[in-house]
């Protein structure tokens, strides 16, 4: 999709559980320091459970599209490419379910959109002026997806392995690997992939100075 005069550019961030999606978005945040820009997590999206019992909701797939609200997500990424801004959800991880507490998210002119199944969707992608996959080895993301949920998430390890096991794994091969083929650009090894960061980054910059707003923070 071209990017139209004035109209934000929405870049798609995305890859397995682990990736290094999130590294590379943040890098990509840093790298251009200065410019009017936001990030957009799709785990904010997760569906609204709270008519569902704890154990109902503990026996939901959260690696399958089907446990996202992606029409929420495309009627607020259309309202910010609008520049309206939008109500974002929270997602509580504790009670697995949306909060009932939102965050005001005011529009920017770059919006990175980073989520395990955001090339998924053909609605979504065609809303994206850039789409990126980033390619991780297996080995590696399992690891990362370990100390994540067991540091941050209070998961004991057997809950890990087990939900990779029986869902994270599967899934991946499912309907994010899938994906790939949607992609602008693929970047190996994610967050240490300083050349593939660069470029990006350089071409966000030129769209940028191409319309006019150069180092302009859109308020």
């Known amino acids: 999709m071209k990017t139209q005069e004035k109209r934000p550019i929405l870049i798609g961030v995305t890859g397995g559980s682990g990736s290094g999606k999130t590294t590379v978005s943040r890098k990509i945040y840093q790298n251009l320091s200065g410019h009017s820009i936001m990030t957009?997590?799709?785990?904010?999206?997760?569906?609204?459970?709270?008519n569902m019992t704890m154990q109902e909701r503990a026996a939901v797939n959260?690696?399958?599209?089907l446990a996202f609200?992606?029409?929420?997500?495309?009627?607020?990424?259309?309202?910010?490419?609008?520049?309206?801004?939008?109500?974002?959800?929270?997602?509580?991880y504790t009670k697995l379910?949306?909060?009932?507490?939102?965050?005001?998210?005011?529009?920017r002119d770059v919006i990175i959109l980073e989520g395990i199944l955001i090339l998924d969707d053909e609605r979504l992608r065609n809303l994206m002026d850039i789409k990126v996959y980033v390619d991780t080895d297996d080995d590696i993301r399992i690891i990362r997806r370990i100390e994540r949920d067991i540091k941050e998430r209070g998961r004991t390890l057997d809950s890990v392995i087990t939900q990779y096991l029986a869902t994270v794994k599967p899934m991946f091969h499912q309907f994010v690997e899938p994906t790939k083929r949607y992609a602008d650009l693929i970047v190996p090894e994610g967050g240490q992939n300083t050349v593939a960061i660069d470029?990006?980054?350089?071409?966000?910059?030129?769209?940028?100075?191409q319309e006019g707003r150069d180092g302009i923070f859109r308020k």
């Open 62 to 65: 959260y690696d399958h599209p």
């Open 199 to 209: 470029l990006l980054t350089t071409k966000i910059k030129d769209i940028l100075s």
């Open 69 to 92: 609200d992606t029409d929420l997500l495309i009627e607020q990424l259309k309202q910010l490419l609008n520049y309206q801004a939008v109500e974002k959800p929270v997602y509580d």
């Open 97 to 107: 379910t949306r909060s009932q507490e939102t965050i005001h998210q005011e529009p």
């Open 40 to 50: 957009l997590q799709q785990d904010s999206y997760y569906k609204d459970q709270s």
